[in-house]
Nanobody, 127 residues
């Protein structure tokens, strides 16, 4: 059984930083592209950042470019999202996802499908 589990969410003041982590079991982690998606209240889920299987290709939504950094460690079966300069618009539930799609990393991240999803972790940024 595949399990995807996020950690690291919380409450932070505007301008602060948070680091989200994700681990996956029950699948060959290195065979999956991974992504972070988020959903704010009243909004559709959107792709934040995604990374290819070996980490050579990444995608960032325009709203987070220059502030967020995605990384993965296949040996440790871990996906990370370093979030800096957070603002209240970043408040959302953040989901980790794993997928074996063959589309480009940007198409994967801009879409809403993924093979597996975590349960989500809340990130709240106060002004």
């Amino acid at each position: 059984q595949v399990q995807v589990v996020e950690s690291g969410g919380g409450l932070v003041q505007a301008g602060g930083s948070l680091r989200l982590s994700c681990t996956a079991s029950g699948l060959s982690f290195e065979d999956y592209r991974m992504g972070w998606f988020r959903q704010a209240p009243g909004k559709e889920r959107e792709g934040v950042s995604c990374i290819s299987q070996k980490g050579s290709n990444t995608y960032y939504a325009d709203s987070v470019k220059g502030r967020f950094t995605i990384s993965r460690d296949n040996a440790k079966i871990t996906l990370n999202l370093q979030m800096n300069s957070l603002n209240p618009e970043d408040t959302a539930i953040y989901y980790c996802a794993a997928d074996r799609a063959t589309v480009t990393i940007s198409d994967y991240c801009r879409g809403r499908h993924s093979d597996y999803w975590g349960q989500g972790t809340q990130v709240t940024v106060s002004s």
